[in-house]
Nanobody, 121 residues
Framework: QVQLVESGGGLVQAGGSLRLSCAASGRIFSINAMGWYRQAPGKQRELVATISSGGTPNYADAVKGRFTISRDNAKNTVALQMNSLKPEDTAVYYC???????????????WGQGTQVTVSS
């Protein structure tokens, strides 16, 4: 079993910055992509950014140029630096990791519990 624990959410004014962190723990064998998703009230969960095991990032258009994703494979962590925050960035942010066990051919998605980010105007 793999657990993901997020930290770093909070309340910030528009134009401000926040940094989210996520650490994976448990019986880890192999983690593929890691990423961040968000869900605003009344909306579906959406991709914010992902990063491959090799470090290649992918961003949603809405956050390009403002958010930066990074990971530390040795520590099984992923971070999201969020700059120039806007009120529309307000959401619960979820950490995601694709993990597989020894002898398991496919990766399974694991999710953190979510952390609230609120951007005031």
């Amino acid at each position: 079993q793999v657990q993901l624990v997020e930290s770093g959410g909070g309340l910030v004014q528009a134009g401000g910055s926040l940094r989210l962190s996520c650490a994976a723990s448990g019986r880890i064998f192999s983690i593929n992509a890691m990423g961040w998703y968000r869900q605003a009230p009344g909306k579906q969960r959406e991709l914010v950014a992902t990063i491959s095991s090799g470090g290649t990032p992918n961003y949603a258009d809405a956050v390009k140029g403002r958010f930066t994703i990074s990971r530390d494979n040795a520590k099984n962590t992923v971070a999201l630096q969020m700059n120039s925050l806007k009120p529309e960035d307000t959401a619960v942010y979820y950490c995601n990791a694709q993990h597989r066990r020894l002898f398991q051919p496919e990766y399974t998605d694991y999710w953190g519990q979510g952390t609230q980010v609120t951007v005031s105007s």
